[in-house]
């Protein structure tokens, strides 16, 4: 990723501007990530079974070769989807960027609820008129033809409302997916143990797969009341419930920074700070070693 | 179908240079038969799975490159005939038995190496 695209790559979130890889117009451009896919590692034929059985197979080295090729999944709150969406609408301007919301294919290959349309994929119709036809044809007949897709072309405020509602109902984290960086070709809505790339990281200990997001969730233990919903929604493990003291503990060293804890609190007692601030997790680079743009750096992408 | 599981264990999958885990060879072995046609419209070994061993996996012979990769995972992978089930990580088999004792049709074996 070029330091041109980055230097566009601003949003402002929680009053404050922020720098962030998947807020540059050109990450949703999918014209420019057509035209880089030699540059990446060639995807084989069988994406679905090779992204599920390789890891098992071959461990950390199959993970780190596909994230190596420009597959990586990092993790977003509601805040930074809100922009995420406006910057892919605005970066579209004059052409239809569809969000089709359909069943999450993790969920679907490893055996979780599929009847929920969980997965936002953002797609563009390609120019060419033939083409283009087909793909509607494609995009609209699908879903009455296979059960297991809900192919529903939606526009980005529904999108928007969608997600905010699967993070308060379903307790589910928000990430930013790309099958070739720095392109963001899904904004997906995932849970252990079915996302594949959650698996990577914490089966196979490759973070770079599955890369935290910018913040980390901060508990006010006055408002707080102890009720554990927070505990409960964490999936990662960063949130106890001390019984004896009816608060709640968190471990940042965890915390993954989605913000569901936050979401579930009735007293909003928690809050998300920026990961910099913790003296622990700050960064020797500005993305961090692992962070896709520093894996990417050399490369140009 | 054992023989064809096995295949698929010893297979490098197209990636020579890559080392296959030691754990995975050691792994239980874990035979979903011929006898599961219908996969996708049971799915009951891969939902009882508590750590997500099972994976429904499209055949090699239906799916293919397009030009829209994005998309391609949806539409080329409609054919029901060409799904299956297998044991893509072993590896984190607790052998609970609840895939065993759940299938309807009882063709799933676990074998452990001791065995």
């Known amino acids: 990723m070029c330091e041109e695209c980055l230097r ?23 014209q420019r990530f057509l035209d880089s896919q030699d540059k990446f590692i060639e995807y084989p034929d069988q994406y679905e079974i090779l992204s599920a059985i390789n890891p098992g197979k071959f461990g950390a080295e199959w993970v780190r070769k596909v994230v190596e090729g420009g597959r990586t999944a990092q993790i977003v709150t509601w805040e930074e989807v809100v922009e995420i969406l406006r910057i892919a609408k605005e970066a579209n301007e004059g052409e239809n960027l569809i969000c089709i919301n359909m069943s999450c294919l993790c969920k679907r290959t490893r055996g979780g609820d599929v009847s929920e349309p969980i997965c936002m994929f953002l797609i563009h119709p390609p120019k060419p008129e033939h083409e283009r036809e087909m793909f509607f044809e494609r995009i609209y007949t699908s879903g009455e033809a296979e059960s297991w897709y809900f192919y529903d072309p939606i526009d980005s405020d529904k999108m928007r409302e969608l997600m905010l509602d699967y993070e308060k109902r379903l307790g589910l984290v928000h990430i930013v997916f790309t099958i070739g960086f720095p392109s963001v070709t899904t904004v997906c809505n995932c849970e252990m143990p079915y996302c594949h790339s959650m698996r990577q ?17 901060s508990v006010s233990n006055d408002e707080c009341t102890g009720c554990g919903k927070c505990q409960q929604q964490c999936q990662f493990g960063a949130i106890r419930l001390d019984r004896k003291l009816e608060k709640v503990t968190t471990m940042p060293a965890n915390c993954m920074g989605c913000g569901i804890c936050r979401s579930v609190c009735a007293t909003d007692a928690i809050e998300m700070v920026e990961r910099e601030k913790v003296t622990l997790l700050r960064k020797a680079e500005p993305y961090g070693l692992h962070h896709p743009v520093a894996l990417h750096k050399e490369s140009g992408k | 179908m054992r023989e064809s599981i096995e295949r698929i264990r010893e297979s490098d999958m197209g990636y020579p240079e890559l080392k296959i885990l030691e754990e995975y060879k050691a792994a239980p072995l874990i035979t979903v038969g011929e006898e ?38 949806g539409w080329e992978t409609r054919a029901h005939e060409a ?33």
Request: hydrophobic share 40%; aromatic share 12%; glycine share 2%.
């Open chain 1, 8 to 30: 566009h790559a601003v949003a402002t979130i929680f009053g404050k501007e922020q720098q962030r890889w998947y807020f540059s117009p050109h990450a949703y451009d999918y």
């Open chain 1, 201 to 217: 990281r914490f089966l196979y200990g490759v973070p770079e797969a599955y890369v935290e997001g910018y913040y980390v969730a």
């Open chain 2, 36 to 73: 599961c046609t219908q996969p996708q419209e049971c799915r009951k070994c891969m939902e009882i799975c508590a750590p997500k061993v099972f994976v429904l996996a499209p055949d090699a012979k239906l799916v293919s490159h397009t030009k829209y990769p994005l998309i391609r995972v």
């Open chain 2, 83 to 115: 799904m299956r089930i297998i044991a893509a990580e072993p590896t984190v088999c607790t052998l609970c038995m609840a895939c065993v004792r759940e299938c309807p049709l009882h063709c799933i074996t676990i074998e452990t190496p001791c065995q």
